[in-house]
């Protein structure tokens, strides 16, 4: 059964204090890998697509990798507006709807 | 293009009312999809359309959920008879054809009282 796990569920860093969040996936045959920023009471924000492995994306202070099992996002140096949800989601195999994990709440504190 | 567009963005109901929810995508994305997001879990996926054509809806989705995309543009989602489980932020997305990331609204958050 297709899957994405994504850990750990919550984080709290000290501003300036880089981490990385991460996304496993169970799917037949990876179509691409999505990640998204959610803030509170408002829908999810695109942020990279991923394709292959080895592939990298990079905004701002965010990087997106991607691995055959395993994707990771890093943010380096982050400030208090990072704080968000992040969740990643992958196309199911053989249809075109997306599965997302139940992401990881991430709190900067200043 | 202001993204995608949806209405309400709240709605409270009486247990056993009827409510419809629109969502305008956007305009040159022809894949239109419904998501349920409850409080702590990710998006729950719904139903998508390709133009107006229903092609998945979820097994878990009841009888009381309908959606239509009438002209392949706008679409609607009612729920019949609400329960108080219905309670969640209901998400629109869109996205070009094959497998590109999806662009949400801002979601419709339902409360069944």
């Known amino acids: 059964e297709d899957q994405v796990t994504q850990s750990p569920e919550a984080l709290r860093l000290q501003e300036g204090e880089s981490s990385s969040l991460n996304c496993s996936y169970t799917v037949s045959g990876l179509r691409g890998l999505f990640w998204y920023r959610q803030d509170p009471g408002k829908g999810p924000e695109f942020l990279f697509t991923?394709?292959?492995a080895g592939e990298e994306k990079e905004k701002e202070r965010l990087k997106a990798t991607l691995t055959k099992k395993e994707s990771f996002l890093h943010i380096t140096a982050p400030k208090p507006e990072d704080s968000a949800t992040y969740l990643c989601a992958v196309p199911h195999s053989g249809t075109y709807k997306y599965i997302f994990g139940t992401g990881t709440r991430l709190k900067v504190l200043a | 293009d202001t993204g995608v567009s949806q209405d309400p963005r709240h709605k409270i109901t009486k247990r056993g009312q009827n409510v419809t929810f629109r969502c305008d995508p956007i305009s040159e994305h022809n894949r239109l999809y419904w998501y349920r997001q409850t409080l702590g879990q990710g998006p729950e996926f719904l139903t998508y359309f390709q133009n107006e054509a229903q092609l998945e809806k979820s097994r878990l989705l009841s009888d009381r959920f309908s959606a239509e995309r009438p002209k392949g543009s706008f679409s609607t989602l009612e729920i019949q008879r609400t329960e108080q489980g219905d309670s969640a932020m209901y998400l629109c997305?869109?996205?070009?054809?094959?497998?590109?990331?999806?662009?949400f609204g801002q979601g419709t958050r339902l409360t069944v009282v």
């Open positions: 991923l394709y292959s």
């Open positions: 997305a869109s996205s070009l054809e094959g497998y590109t990331e999806a662009f």
